[in-house]
């Protein structure tokens, strides 16, 4: 049976509400304090971590509108406590995204999309290189998601740990072109990814946050082509189908006045681009997704 937990919304102009969220296995809700940013409208949403011989941690108050208190014997990431953008998923475990430290290092917007000048960091990267326009991080937001957590904690043993999609050295490939299959300069287009895989399908899992879960089978064997492992563009395919179909259902089911789903209204396959894949368990996928948004 499915585990029931809330998350704690703060609205500009309500007071603290709490909505029930259902996702598939999830451990039960006293084991976990669930806390994270997201954005302007919703203040904080939830955000699994342990809870083992507490600790008490104070979130200051430059990360949330008010303080708010941990406890648990897992520090939280730094994402939480600063502007690093280290990986802090093998800290804890967190959704992909959700964070407003962290951002996507290069993603080009689609050739329509107006595009922010000027980096945080002055318009250079690590290396000191200028930066092409189209490469700022202040265009794209991550899309919140959820990390999958199985039954049973399993070993996520095998290569690779993630699947990474550029064109043309830039991180991300746009939906809609791997939908139909408007490759370009998609590098790697005939790499295997999945041929360690030792399934003939995986399970592609998309769990934003305030949106029902979502998930589908991939195939790992193109039974076109004498049954080779899938190519990383194929992969790319696919995925671009699975989260068509993701918001079709969300588009044909609607949401009531008390859905948390706000990301339907900008979630569209033209402007969403798929960064990488995330193993999140065995047999499972995450896909990691941004969406590219006009500048303010």
């Keep these: 049976m499915p585990s029931t937990y809330f998350h704690e919304m ?20 006293n084991q976990y304090l669930q806390v994270v940013t997201y954005q302007g409208a919703l203040r904080e949403l939830g955000v699994a971590l342990p809870m083992q011989n ?3 941690w104070d979130i200051p108050d430059t990360w949330s509108q008010s303080p708010t ?8 990431p730094l994402a939480l ?30 050739p329509d999309a107006d595009v922010a000048t000027g980096l945080n960091n002055g318009g250079k990267d690590d290396g000191g290189e200028d930066l092409h326009a189209h490469l700022s991080p202040s265009s794209h937001k991550l899309v919140p998601q959820v990390v999958y957590i199985p039954p049973r904690q399993q070993k996520k043993s095998g290569d690779p740990q993630n ?27 005939d790499d295997s990814p999945l041929s360690g895989e030792n399934r003939a ?9 305030g949106c029902p879960p979502w998930e589908s089978k991939i195939s790992t064997v193109d039974y076109t082509s004498k049954r080779q492992p899938i ?41 969403m681009y798929l960064t990488r894949l995330v193993r999140v368990s065995t047999g499972s996928w995450q896909p990691e997704l941004f969406v590219a948004q006009q500048p303010t």
């Excluded at 502007?83 to 993603?107: C, L, N």
């Excluded at 399908?201 to 946050?209: A, K």
């Excluded at 588009?251 to 706000?262: I, Q």
């Design 81 to 110: 406590l600063s502007s690093a953008t280290e990986d802090y998923r093998s800290h804890v475990s967190v959704p992909f995204s959700g964070f407003s430290e962290v951002r996507p290092q290069s993603i080009g917007p689609p």
């Design 231 to 271: 190519t990383l563009e194929k992969l790319a395919n696919d995925v671009a189908r699975s989260v068509k179909r993701f918001l079709e259902r969300e588009t044909e089911k609607g949401h009531d006045d008390h859905s948390t789903c706000h990301w339907q209204n900008t979630m569209l396959l033209s402007n």
């Design 201 to 209: 399908q995986i399970t592609l899992r998309v769990l934003i946050v």
């Design 163 to 189: 699947i990474e999609f550029r064109v043309r050295g830039e991180k991300g490939i746009r939906l809609s072109d791997a939908l139909e299959k408007r490759w370009g300069d998609f590098e790697g287009r």
């Design 54 to 56: 507490p600790t008490l």
């Design 69 to 76: 208190l941990f406890s648990t014997s897992t520090p939280p």
């Design 10 to 29: 703060h609205f500009p102009d309500q007071e603290n509400q709490y909505f029930p969220g259902t996702y598939p296995e999830l451990p039960p809700f």
